[in-house]
């Protein structure tokens, strides 16, 4: 079953909305949560790391005040996209690593789909 | 800089057998991990590779070599549903992933 739950799915909104994207790890606890956007036929670009209880880490080249990310509890973190315009438009995924070892890998939620008229 | 490579597109034909090569340049090495990637969807975790050598899982099969910075994704008894993006990306010193662009495969009846 789903180890990582994302809402909303998909957001069609105005152009100056701001949206906000829920990440949520079902069944552990989740210091660290990961956001994603992929552009159509591009690979994922890491945004920024979600850190529980502190700061978000972000990727040389994304605006923190653009994308607001609070990582309040283990088990939820969410992105805001402010003021979104149609650039922002994109399939951004939240991603969480189970705890337990090296080898566990990032498990991705369903993605939210993100139209900006 | 890190990097990593794998082939753009491929084509293979239902039934058969398609390897897809991955090589990377990181900052050092904790691990890679091959994704599937249907359009339109987030990825799925197929397979992890820290040590050289083969990882079998039904149908899919992942090779690593450290030494050569080389790993492969084996598919086997293709079917149409495999049809996908393939994501490689490596675990650096830093534990940080660093993604592959991804190899769209196209199966053909």
């Known amino acids: 079953g789903a180890v990582v739950s994302q809402h909303p799915s998909r957001v069609i909104c105005k152009s100056g909305t701001s949206v906000k994207i829920e990440c949520r790890s079902l069944d552990f606890q989740a210091t660290t949560m990961f956001w994603y956007r992929q552009f159509p036929k591009q690979s994922l670009m890491l945004m920024a790391t979600?850190?529980?209880?502190?700061?978000?880490?972000?990727e040389q080249g994304v605006e923190k005040d653009k994308f607001l990310i609070n990582h309040a509890s283990l088990t939820l973190s969410t992105l805001t996209v402010t003021s979104a315009h149609p650039e922002d438009s994109s399939f951004y995924i939240c991603?969480?690593?189970?705890?337990?070892?090296?080898?566990?890998?990032?498990?991705f939620g369903d993605g939210t789909r993100l139209s900006i008229l | 800089g890190q990097n990593i490579d794998q082939p753009t597109e491929m084509t293979a034909t239902e039934g058969a057998i398609v390897q897809i090569n991955c090589t990377y340049q990181?900052?050092?090495?904790?691990?890679l991990f091959w994704y599937q990637q249907h359009a339109g969807e987030a990825p799925t975790f197929l397979s992890y590779n820290v040590l050289d050598g083969l990882e079998e899982k039904g149908r899919f099969s992942s090779f690593l070599s450290r030494s050569k910075g080389y790993s492969y994704l084996l598919l086997k008894e293709l079917q149409m549903k495999d049809s996908a993006s393939y994501l490689c990306a490596v675990r650096d010193s830093n534990y940080q992933l660093i993604w592959g662009a991804g190899t769209k495969l196209i199966i053909k009846p």
């Open positions: 990181t900052s050092g090495f904790n691990g």
């Open positions: 979600s850190n529980e209880g502190s700061k978000a880490t972000y």
């Open positions: 991603s969480a690593v189970r705890p337990g070892g090296g080898n566990q890998p990032q498990h």
